[in-house]
């Protein structure tokens, strides 16, 4: 009721039903019945996991906080919402509601302090392999990329939040709420992360862009976004390019790569911000060597995206390469 009331408007609401926990509670508005999807935020990447829901009835999304681009992309799916500032979208025929106050700010859970670039960098690691829970500090601190002291704040902040278990105080952890951490994380890479480590924009010189494929197939070079998605599927066209590359200086990129600056251009360059063996290949290992970065990096720039068919072949993704491992 105290998202109704922030509308300022009378709307009749009744709670009918409470379904099996894999379902969605029903209510009433105006005597009209929908299955409503409660949240504390939603932001463009969560919109896949409201695709998901099979409902009969139209969804009701109701969030603390929405961002302007998840209520953007809610109406474009034409799933209705409420969020805790009065911002609404009704359109339940003949209840038609849109209500925008442009006064909405981000909810902050506590365990915020752990969703920082170094505890993303460190994360990372746990989404690409589970089991490294349990690996030696020091060696997460190295392929993190982040100070030992950072491993250790972070693993007891995980711990303190319920990502991490410990069965009778041992010394052995199991990552818990995978698909939890994975969708806080999915904001955390793209908007702290990823702007850390860039290096710039870029466009293709000659015709590399119609050999991308064969011509970018040496270990300096990772591809992520949509042209690692072509790779990973082969059934995808990218028309944006995200590069990782132990390249760093303006002059080998031009040289060796092939690449031209450009601010208009449609590929972004960033350095890893990670460690592992793939980035310890040589070319002696090429014939062996898949330049794609891990799946779950993948799927966050796919899904932060919003774009919709970036959103269908990340759900392809997530299902063959990354819902196996939890």
Do not use: C
């Amino acid at each position: 009721m105290k998202f109704l009331e922030a509308l300022d408007i009378e709307i009749e609401a009744k709670f009918l039903d409470a379904q099996q926990t894999s379902e969605l509670p029903i209510y009433s508005l105006e005597g009209h019945k929908v299955s409503v999807y409660f949240r504390n935020e939603i932001r463009q990447h969560n919109i896949p996991a409201i695709i998901r829901e099979k409902q009969e009835l139209p969804i009701l999304v109701v969030a603390n906080y929405l961002t302007p681009k998840a209520k953007e992309m809610l109406r474009e799916y034409k799933f209705n919402y409420l969020d805790s500032y009065g911002n609404a979208y009704l359109n339940l025929s003949p209840l038609k509601v849109y209500l925008e106050n442009n006064n909405a700010s981000p909810y902050v859970k506590p365990s915020s302090k752990i969703f920082t670039q170094a505890g993303g960098q460190l994360i990372f690691q746990f989404l690409q392999d589970p089991k490294l829970v349990n690996e030696r500090q020091r060696y997460l601190a190295d392929n993190s990329m982040i100070s030992l002291g950072s491993v250790s704040k972070i693993m007891q902040g995980l711990s303190e939040y319920g990502y991490l278990f410990s069965q009778d105080g041992n010394d052995k952890y199991q990552l818990l709420e995978y698909e939890e951490l994975l969708d806080r994380w999915i904001p955390l890479v793209n908007e702290k992360i990823l702007p850390k480590y860039h290096i710039g924009t870029f466009s293709f010189s000659g015709d590399m862009q119609s050999q991308w494929k064969k011509k970018y197939l040496r270990p300096q070079v990772f591809w992520s976004g949509e042209p690692a998605a072509a790779l990973l599927t082969n059934n995808f066209f990218p028309e944006k390019f995200t590069m990782f590359t132990t390249f760093e200086s303006n002059k080998d990129i031009m040289q060796t790569l092939k690449l031209v600056p450009d601010p208009m251009g449609n590929i972004n360059l960033y350095k890893p911000f990670w460690l592992n063996s793939m980035l310890k290949k040589n070319k002696d290992n090429l014939l062996s060597y898949v330049n794609v970065v891990p799946s779950v990096l993948v799927y966050a720039e796919l899904i932060y995206s919003g774009e919709p068919r970036n959103l269908e072949i990340a759900q392809k993704i997530f299902n063959e390469h990354i819902k196996p491992k939890f």
